[in-house]
C-alpha cells in the first residue's frame, strides 16, 4: 500500500513505523508537516492511499482529510484528547497507560478509533515510555488500523467523550505551574514524577543559584541527604538535591534566558563555577543495583561473563565519557571471564559523538577532534581484545558512530523493536571513523556503501538480514536481556571457547598485516580533520541545527520520496 507518512520530524516512533511497515511491503514515503500548502503538494504528488501522522504537532488541513483517510497515532488511552497526554498520565500517576490511533476529523482527537493498545505504566522519563512501551503499542495499533482499513466494510469505533471515568478525557497542554517542585514539601517520589513527565521536552521549569533552568533526567538517590533544596553532591556531571524526604539526582539542564535559544548540558556543566563547595561523590564501579543512585557506568559479573553498561543519556558519548567507558572496559578485560558484554543503556545504545557538549566547547572543532579520537581509543581497545570474546547487546536505538561501535566487538544482537542509523551523513556529510572502513565491509563488503549512502533507519531484521548485526531477539527488554545472558554463558562455556578465542586472534593477526587498524584510523580522521577544521561548514551548521532543535523548513530528499521522483 502507498502510504504516506505525514510527521512533525523523522523521530524514533516515526523511524520504528517506517521500518515495520517497509518489511511489510509497504510503499512508504515522508513529509514534514511544515504548513498546508506542502502537504497539500505532498498528498497530490504520492496520490497516498492512506496518510498517516506518527508525530503531529500541527492540524492536518480539511482538504486532506475529506478525501483521504488520515490515521493519526495519538499517545493515550481511548477518549484522551490533547496535546500532553503522556504527560498528565505521569503526573497523575495512573497505573495504565495507551495509545489510539484516530481518524483525523478536524476536531483534535476526536476521531473515530481505528485501533487502540494499552499497557501498564512503569515509573520512568516520559521520553522512556515513549521509546519503549508507546512506540510498541503504537507498532501494534497502526498495524490493526491498516488490517482493518483493508477489511471491506470496517467501520471505526466513535469516540466516547465522557468527561471522566474509565475512559480518557479532555486534558489541556500542561503549563509549568502544573508540575512546578516545591523543594521542601515534595516527597522524592513526587520530584520525580514532575521531572519525569516533562522530559526530554520541555524540561521542568526551576531555579538554580538564582538562575533558571529547565530539568531533565532525574533518578531517585538512597542514602545522601541535606536540607530540602540544598545540592549536596555531584557525580560525572549530575547534580544531587535534597527532597522533603531523601534527594534526587538531576543529570541535565537546560539555563533559561529570555529571548535567547539554549540546549541540555550535563548539570554540573551547565551550573559551571557555582559547584565549588559541592563535594564529587565517587561510586565503585561494581556497586550493587539494589541502591538507587546516579551511575552512568557500571559493571557486573556473573557465570564467567562480564556485563558493562553504559546509560548515557540520549545515548551521547561525550570525551570524558568515551575515557572513563575505556577505563571501565580495560579493568573489565583484567577479570578471569571469557565474555564480556557491551551493554549500552536501556533506551539507547549509543548515538556516537556527544553533540551538544561539542557545541558548548570554547572550540567545537577542537572538542570534536578530541571526542572523536576517544571514540576511537575505545574502539580500538574493543577490536583488540585477545582475551575475551565480546557482544555488543542492543537493548535500545543506536546511531552513527555507536552503530560502529557496536560493530567493534565480535558478536552484535539487537532487541527485536531496536532501530539502528549506520550511517553518519545526515550530520552535516560527516564522514565519520570508529574504524567503520574496516568494521563495515568485514562484515557485509560493498553492501556497506549503499547502506552508508541510503541515510536511512534499519530495522533490527532487516540490519541481521543484511549481515550488520548477528542476530536479534526479544520483545521486550526483559526477553532480551535473559536470553543474552544465556547467549553470553553459552559461549564462556563452550568447550571450543579455546578454539574460537585463538581463531579470533588469528583472524586479528591476518587483518593487520593486510592493513594495520592505524591506517584506516588515519585515513577516516583525514577526512574528519576536513569536516571538522576545512572551508565547508556544514557538519558546524548542521550540529549547531540539531543541538538547538531547529525545525526543517523542507523534508529531505532521502525521505520525500515523492519530491525524489518530480526532480528525476
Ligand atoms: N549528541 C547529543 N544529543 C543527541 C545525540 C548526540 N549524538 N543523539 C541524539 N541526541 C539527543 C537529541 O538532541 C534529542 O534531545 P532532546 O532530548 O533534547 O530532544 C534526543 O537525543 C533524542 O533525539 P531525537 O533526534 O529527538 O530522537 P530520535 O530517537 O528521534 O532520533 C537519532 C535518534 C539518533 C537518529 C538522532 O538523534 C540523530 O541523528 N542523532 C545524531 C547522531 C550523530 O550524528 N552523532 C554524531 C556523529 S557520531
Redesign the pocket.
Known amino acids: 500500500m502507498r502510504i504516506l507518512f505525514l510527521t512533525h520530524?523523522?523521530?524514533?516512533?516515526?523511524?520504528r513505523l517506517y521500518v515495520e511497515l517497509t518489511e511489510r511491503g509497504h510503499d512508504i514515503s515522508v513529509e514534514f508537516d511544515i504548513n498546508d500548502q506542502t502537504t497539500i503538494e505532498a498528498v497530490q504528488l504520492f496520490q497516498p492511499e492512506l496518510i498517516l501522522a506518527p508525530y503531529l504537532r500541527r492540524a492536518i488541513p480539511a482538504v486532506i482529510w475529506q478525501q483521504h483517510l488520515c490515521l493519526v497515532v495519538h499517545p493515550g488511552i481511548k477518549g484522551d484528547r490533547g496535546p500532553s497526554a503522556l504527560d498528565w498520565a505521569i503526573l497523575n500517576d495512573v497505573p495504565e497507560w495507551g495509545v489510539t490511533v484516530l481518524q483525523a476529523n478536524g476536531e483534535m482527537d476526536a476521531g473515530p478509533i481505528w485501533a487502540a493498545v494499552n499497557f501498564p505504566m512503569r515509573q520512568a522519563r516520559k521520553?522512556s515510555l515513549y521509546?519503549h512501551e508507546v512506540t510498541e503499542a503504537a507498532v501494534t495499533a497502526v498495524l490493526q488500523a491498516i488490517e482493518r482499513f483493508v477489511q471491506v466494510g470496517y467501520s471505526p469505533e466513535p469516540v466516547d467523550d465522557r468527561p471522566s471515568g474509565a475512559s480518557g478525557e479532555w486534558h489541556p497542554v500542561m503549563s509549568q505551574a502544573d508540575r512546578r517542585i516545591n523543594w521542601s514539601t515534595d516527597d522524592t517520589r513526587t520530584v520525580l514524577r514532575k521531572i519525569h513527565s516533562a522530559?526530554?521536552?520541555p524540561g521542568v521549569e526551576d531555579s538554580f543559584f538564582g538562575e533558571t533552568h529547565h530539568l531533565?533526567d532525574a533518578c531517585a538517590e538512597d542514602t545522601l541527604r541535606g536540607a530540602p533544596g540544598e545540592i549536596i553532591a555531584r557525580r560525572h556531571g549530575a547534580v544531587c538535591r535534597a527532597t522533603g524526604d531523601g534527594a534526587v539526582w538531576i543529570g541535565?539542564l537546560?539555563k533559561i534566558i529570555p529571548g535567547e535559544k539554549s540546549?541540555?548540558l550535563p548539570a554540573a556543566r551547565a551550573l559551571q563555577d557555582k559547584l565549588h563547595d559541592v563535594p564529587e561523590v565517587p561510586i565503585p564501579l561494581d556497586m550493587p543495583h539494589a541502591c538507587r543512585t546516579y551511575r552512568d557506568i557500571w559493571y557486573e559479573e556473573k557465570n564467567r561473563v562480564g556485563y558493562l553498561h553504559f546509560d548515557f543519556?540520549?545515548?551521547?558519548?561525550s570525551t570524558e565519557q568515551c575515557q572513563r567507558l575505556r577505563a571501565a572496559y580495560l579493568q573489565a578485560r583484567q577479570r578471569p571471564t571469557r565474555v564480556i558484554v557491551l551493554m549500552g543503556g536501556s533506551d539507547?545504545w549509543s548515538?556516537?559523538?556527544?553533540?551538544?557538549?561539542?557545541e558548548a566547547a570554547d572550540s567545537p572543532a577542537d572538542e570534536s577532534w578530541r571526542n572523536?579520537n576517544a571514540?576511537d581509543d575505545l574502539a580500538q581497545a574493543i577490536i583488540t581484545t585477545d582475551s575475551h570474546l565480546t557482544i555488543a547487546a542492543l537493548q535500545g536505538?543506536?546511531?552513527?558512530?555507536?552503530v560502529f561501535l557496536a560493530l567493534s566487538a565480535d558478536h552484535a544482537f539487537a532487541r527485536d523493536g531496536v532501530?539502528l542509523?549506520p550511517h553518519?551523513k545526515?550530520?552535516g556529510n560527516?564522514y565519520?571513523?570508529?574504524y567503520w572502513t574496516y568494521l563495515l565491509p568485514r562484515r557485509i563488503g560493498e553492501r556497506g556503501r549503499e547502506i552508508m549512502e541510503n541515510r536511512l533507519?534499519v530495522g533490527a531484521v532487516a540490519a541481521k538480514r543484511a549481515g550488520l548485526i548477528n542476530d536479534c531477539f526479544g520483545k521486550s527488554a526483559d526477553d532480551f536481556i535473559s536470553m543474552v545472558e544465556s547467549t553470553a554463558e553459552n559461549l564462556a562455556n563452550d568447550p571450543a571457547f579455546g578454539l574460537l578465542l585463538a581463531a579470533k586472534r588469528r583472524q586479528r593477526a591476518q587483518d593487520e598485516s593486510d592493513k594495520p587498524l592505524a591506517a584506516y584510523r588515519l585515513e577516516e580522521l583525514e577526512h574528519l580533520r576536513m569536516n571538522f577544521y576545512g572551508f565547508d561548514p556544514s557538519y558546524h551548521v548542521?550540529?549547531y541545527n540539531?543541538?538547538f532543535?531547529i525545525s526543517h523548513s523542507w523534508t529531505p530528499l532521502h525521505l520525500a520520496k515523492h519530491r525524489r521522483r518530480v526532480k528525476k
Open positions: 520530524s523523522f523521530n524514533s516512533l516515526t523511524q521520553s521509546r522530559d526530554g521536552s531533565y541535565h537546560k540546549f541540555k543519556y540520549n545515548g551521547a558519548m539507547f548515538n556516537g559523538l556527544h553533540l551538544n557538549c561539542i572523536i571514540m536505538n543506536t546511531a552513527a558512530g555507536g532501530v542509523n553518519y545526515n550530520m560527516l565519520g571513523s570508529e533507519p548542521a550540529r540539531f543541538v532543535r
